[in-house]
């Protein structure tokens, strides 16, 4: 989390300490009980959803709005449900920000963690056509999402390629992007626009987390994962997520004691 996001969580779960005991705004599980007003759900059914502000996923059982949820996809399995709405739901609010539609030339830069997956994705379900730049390790993966082409920026700039896009994003963040998009306004299109994940405050939809839903079940989209984690190793997986190498989604499991 970075940017913008670093003040989200920061507003959201506390500035100097946790604001509450049990962080975590990812879920996906089965429902337990339901409110005496609560009419789309019941007991019994397995949804997935995401609420950056009443968190508490790190444990058994945590009490959310229906509003933040959605039945999971039939398909997927929990752990694949859960990889859904973190990137997903970002990148469903920054493409539509940006307006992105069929024959568009479209850049995602840092096209392999789970923002960029995502917008990978979405774009190339919409008609675009999508250039994910990446490091050598993820170059297969980006281009088994969609991506027409893959950039290894360990190697090459795409600044310096000559190509014209119409959309750059970027899906990391300006602190590990600043020097790489220092110069992204040389390879926009005439009328393109470039933006960054720290440019705007996702506002998150429900609507949003049913296409994902649709997507996902019409095999249109594909969570990605990089490693699993159980809550016992859950200092490990934060340490994980840190490097900021991971491909995808870092999952953590959950069962009953």
């Known amino acids: 989390m970075r940017g913008v996001y670093r003040l989200f969580l920061r507003a959201a779960f506390g500035i100097r300490a946790p604001r509450k005991g049990i962080i975590g705004m990812i879920a996906a599980g089965e429902i337990e009980s339901v409110g005496r007003d609560v009419t789309s759900f019941k007991p019994g059914d397995q949804v997935f959803g995401m609420?950056?502000?009443?968190?508490?996923?790190?444990?058994?059982?945590?009490?959310?709005?229906?509003?933040?949820?959605?039945?999971r996809p039939a398909n997927l399995t929990y752990e694949e449900?859960?990889?859904?709405?973190?990137?997903?739901l970002i990148a469903s609010f920054f493409v539509r920000r940006l307006?992105?539609?069929?024959?568009?030339?479209?850049?995602?830069?840092?096209?392999?963690g789970a923002i960029g997956t995502s917008a990978v994705q979405l774009a190339r379900h919409l008609g675009a056509v999508v250039t994910g730049v990446c490091s050598t390790?993820?170059?297969?993966?980006?281009?088994?999402l969609g991506a027409t082409s893959v950039i290894d920026y360990t190697k090459d700039d795409f600044t310096q390629s000559g190509k014209r896009y119409d959309v750059i994003f970027d899906a990391v963040g300006k602190r590990k992007s600043a020097k790489a998009m220092l110069n992204a306004g040389?390879?926009?299109?005439?009328?393109?626009?470039?933006?960054?994940?720290?440019?705007?405050?996702?506002?998150?939809?429900?609507?949003?987390?049913?296409?994902?839903?649709?997507?996902?079940?019409?095999?249109?989209?594909?969570?990605?994962?990089?490693?699993?984690?159980?809550?016992?190793?859950?200092v490990d997986a934060h340490r994980y997520v840190d490097l900021g190498?991971?491909?995808?989604?870092v999952i953590v499991t959950i069962t009953r004691s």
């Open 51 to 71: 609420d950056g502000f009443r968190a508490g996923t790190y444990a058994e059982k945590v009490c959310w709005p229906s509003s933040a949820l959605a039945l």
């Open 81 to 88: 449900s859960a990889a859904l709405p973190y990137g997903g």
């Open 99 to 112: 307006k992105i539609q069929k024959g568009q030339r479209v850049l995602v830069y840092g096209a392999s």
């Open 137 to 144: 390790a993820n170059l297969d993966l980006v281009r088994s």
């Open 186 to 234: 040389a390879a926009l299109a005439s009328g393109g626009v470039s933006t960054s994940v720290d440019d705007a405050f996702p506002r998150t939809k429900k609507s949003d987390l049913l296409v994902l839903k649709e997507l996902a079940e019409s095999g249109a989209f594909r969570p990605v994962i990089d490693r699993r984690y159980t809550l016992d190793e859950i």
């Open 245 to 249: 190498h991971k491909k995808g989604n």
